[in-house]
Nanobody, 114 residues
Framework: QVQLVESGGGLVQPGGSLRLSCAAS????????MRWYRQAAGKERELVAS????????RYADSVKSQFTISRDNAKNTVDLQMNSLKAEDTAVYYC???????WGQGAQVTVSS
């Protein structure tokens, strides 16, 4: 079955960095666009970043451009989100998703606080 498992979330101080990783299985990973979304408490889910199936087409929300970097490793079936210069407003649950069948991971909590 299809599985998307996020890891790497946690508590970080403002200005710090975190790297989220999503391990995918159960589908032909290299054939599909991968995306990271986030949802802060009381807010709608927001598309943060996406990456084409070969890794060459990356797109970001205006709110995270030059701050976050999405990457993928098709040999390992993983997609990562490097998050730098984190701010309190980046606090959210971060979800990995694929354009294959609309599957979502369980989410990873990122909390930016001093």
């Amino acid at each position: 079955q299809v599985q998307l498992v996020e890891s790497g979330g946690g508590l970080v101080q403002p200005g710090g960095s975190l790297r989220l990783s999503c391990a995918a299985s159960g589908f032909r990973f290299g054939s599909y666009v991968m995306r990271w979304y986030r949802q802060a408490a009381g807010k709608e889910r927001e598309l943060v970043a996406s990456i084409g199936n070969f890794g060459g087409d990356t797109r970001y929300a205006d709110s995270v451009k030059s701050q976050f970097t999405i990457s993928r490793d098709n040999a390992k079936n993983t997609v990562d989100l490097q998050m730098n210069s984190l701010k309190a407003e980046d606090t959210a649950v971060y979800y990995c998703t694929t354009t294959f069948g609309g599957y979502w991971g369980q989410g990873a909590q990122v909390t930016v606080s001093s």
